[in-house]
């Protein structure tokens, strides 16, 4: 079957010819939506372990996470390389001497051969991108921005707490220093139509950026997106919905960006609705079929 677009593990195993896996990191980090900075609250559908794995309240290291990580997942996908990937909130949240420490220990692990670090547009100054620059010339650094969606009403009714050109000036501010970049888009927010995340499609495709991850918003316990799901003031995407959507963005980005995510995963525990979104390989195939049924393709409309 024809590649349809660009996905990481591909992109992976030609930069380091084997299978390479990411391994969640939470490093017991923080974030300006949650501690006062901003709000207390965080964004609407954030819970309070932040899509976190809470193995930093368990009392494991980083060291202790990758270790575990290592073995898992090397059993399962036979990988041999690993990246660490913290996760947890805004991993560039800390002082510039804390962030190195955690970088450290990460890359000292024996075949980790490189870092992705979720973080928000808000988060990165000189100093940090400074250290990741250093970094960068011996190995992959991705940095994961949150955007979410490039519409600024949409920003501030989720109480994102930055805006679109707050997003525009991290990216300009990362470029040029070896640092991969990758935007977090989220598909099914309250209010937004077709054409808004299409617009957030061709938003992302003009800044040079060099990967995305698509979510899906789905309600997770003890958040306020809850409420507005119990009141009924917000309703979730249908599967076919959110495939049909997926198709659609990634025909309107350029063709060499990486896919690092197409679909979220949420905790079964913690997840109030849609229920389908537990079903990750029914949807990635879903997305993977209507791509061969459109016979379309990452990048076919972007220009």
Same mark, same amino acid.
């Given at each position: 079957m024809k590649r349809r677009y660009n996905d990481l593990n591909t992109y992976l195993r030609n930069i380091f010819g084997c299978r390479v896996q990411k391994i969640t990191v939470d490093a017991g980090l923080t974030c300006p939506n949650r501690d006062g900075t901003l709000s207390h609250g965080g964004c609407i559908y954030c819970?309070?372990?932040?899509?976190?794995?809470? =193995?930093?309240?368990?009392?494991?290291?980083?060291?202790?996470?990758?270790?575990?990580? +290592?073995?898992?997942?090397? %059993?399962?996908? &036979?990988?041999?390389?690993?990246i660490a990937y913290f996760q947890s909130f805004s991993n560039t949240y800390a002082p510039l001497p804390d962030l190195q420490r955690l970088y450290d220990e990460a890359l000292?692990?024996?075949?980790?051969?490189?870092?992705?670090i979720g973080t928000r547009p808000d988060c990165v100054d000189e100093a940090v991108l400074d250290l990741l620059q250093e970094y960068a010339k011996h190995y992959l650094i991705?940095?994961?921005?949150?955007?979410?969606?490039?519409?600024? =009403?949409?920003?501030?009714?989720?109480?994102?707490?930055?805006?679109?050109?707050?997003? +525009?000036?991290?990216?300009? %501010?990362?470029? &040029?220093?070896?640092?991969?970049?990758c935007a977090h888009v989220i598909l099914?927010?309250?209010?937004?139509?077709?054409?808004?995340?299409?617009?957030?499609a061709a938003t992302i495709a003009k800044l040079g950026i060099d990967g995305v991850?698509?979510?899906?918003?789905?309600?997770?316990?003890?958040?306020?997106?809850?409420t507005l799901y119990h009141t009924g003031a917000f309703k979730c995407l249908e599967q076919s919905a959110y495939v049909d959507l997926v198709c659609d963005f990634l025909e309107r980005i350029p063709a060499e960006m990486v896919i690092q995510r197409l679909t979220g995963d949420p905790h079964r525990q913690e997840l109030v609705s849609p229920q389908w979104a537990l079903k990750k390989t029914e949807t990635l195939n879903l997305i993977r079929e209507t791509l061969e049924k459109r016979d379309t393709w990452q990048g076919k409309y972007f220009k």
């Open positions: 819970n309070i372990r932040g899509s976190g794995t809470g =193995a930093h309240a368990k009392g494991l290291s980083v060291t202790r996470q990758l270790l575990n990580g +290592k073995n898992s997942l090397s %059993k399962r996908y &036979n990988a041999r390389k690993f000292k692990v024996d075949d980790i051969v490189g870092l992705s991705w940095l994961e921005y949150g955007l979410q969606s490039a519409r600024d =009403a949409t920003l501030e009714f989720i109480n994102r707490g930055h805006d679109v050109q707050c997003f +525009k000036d991290a990216v300009e %501010k990362t470029k &040029n220093r070896g640092i991969k970049i099914g927010l309250p209010d937004e139509n077709r054409q808004d995340m299409l617009h957030t991850k698509l979510h899906l918003l789905y309600v997770v316990r003890g958040t306020p997106l809850e």
